[in-house]
């Protein structure tokens, strides 16, 4: 059990100990760019500010408990048209569990259940869902490669129907060497509802500044073909971390 021995936060199978609590604080920029809308929306760009705080709990040796809330400023803008420019916040927060289900001899196997609750002035509604994730891996001693498979099924809508499960596929890599920390990976992400297919690069760097303390910066970049309205765009993410054990 590598993990027991240190508090080692960003390993991409951390689970609190029981009787420890694990905290991720971020705060990111996002901004992405759709074009060749049809329906006469053009192009458009969104620019979001999103800060987020996710705890988790040891309550078992091999289950943690864990709860999440982020506050998104969302700002839209629409080019070559006249519809005006949108502004919007999200409030979301999900809780729910994670559960070793291997974890022995360098392999890996973890599933974790949420359910997920999203907030909207401008929907004026929550949209309501299960989401479950399942990921394994195997440790080289030099690297840690890993996969996963994620699908989140809506249990509620608000003003929009967006009642389509959405999907996703990612594999990944893990090096620590000394107090740095580095963790990269490509996802496949689906969503029935618009058609949308995604493909992100996400990396994350960190330093760990304590024993059980680390910060880090993330950087992704995303590219979506929505068939459902012929639209292409492109996007990225960048921000900082903090995650701590106590």
Known sequence: FPLSAAAEITHPFYLAPVGKTASDTRFAYEKFHVKDMVNGFADYRTRDIIVSQNFSYGIAPKVAIEAQI????????????????????????QMGATYDLYRQNDFYAQARVLYVQKETHHDKGAYKAFNALLKGGYDFGFILPYASAFVEVPI???????????????????????????????????DELWESKKWYAETALYAYVLPNAAVGTFFSYTFEDNGQNNAHGDGHTIGVAFKTEF
Request: hydrophobic share 35%; charged share 25%.
């Open 70 to 93: 982020s506050n998104a400023w969302n700002r839209l803008k629409y080019d070559g048209t006249s519809v005006s420019d949108g502004e919007d916040t999200n409030i979301d927060w």
């Open 156 to 190: 509620a809508m608000s003003k929009y129907a967006d009642n389509n499960p959405k999907y996703d596929a990612a594999v990944g890599l893990y090096k620590k060497v000394g107090p740095i920390a580095l963790d990269a990976a490509m996802h496949y992400h689906y």
